[in-house]
């Protein structure tokens, strides 16, 4: 059996195509910016201000979580969920480091 296509690329490469693929969610985009927004953590009121039904909102929370872009704390019988800073800081830099190429262009290439 041949290589899986995930293989092929780096471990940056795989990384950032997650973290693209999670920034493809719309709910995912709204929950992020409702996480910076508040610059706390949020335990219960995501489904109210998202507008979504809890499943949905566990499962996009949970998306975040396994990309290390949240963290999520148990408090009581609920979990609260802050944006990882530090993880964060490392996404940007990465992200920023790949926006920030420019292409090499000889002459008119097209």
Excluded at 17 to 45: E, M, T, W, Y
Excluded at 64 to 87: A, F, P
Aim: aromatic share 8%.
């Amino acid at each position: 059996m041949g290589l899986t296509k995930s293989e092929i690329f780096t471990d940056e490469q795989n990384r950032m195509a997650l973290i693209a693929k999670a920034f493809g969610h719309p709910a995912r985009i709204a929950i992020l910016q409702h996480l910076f927004k508040l610059n706390s953590c949020v335990c219960g009121d995501l489904v109210s201000e998202i507008g979504l039904a809890q499943p949905t909102i566990s499962q996009h929370l949970k998306e975040l979580k396994n990309l290390k872009i949240i963290k999520g704390n148990i408090e009581g019988t609920s979990v609260c969920y802050c944006i990882d800073q530090k993880e964060w800081k490392n996404i940007k830099h990465m992200f920023l480091q790949f926006f920030e190429q420019e292409p090499i262009v000889n002459g008119d290439c097209c």
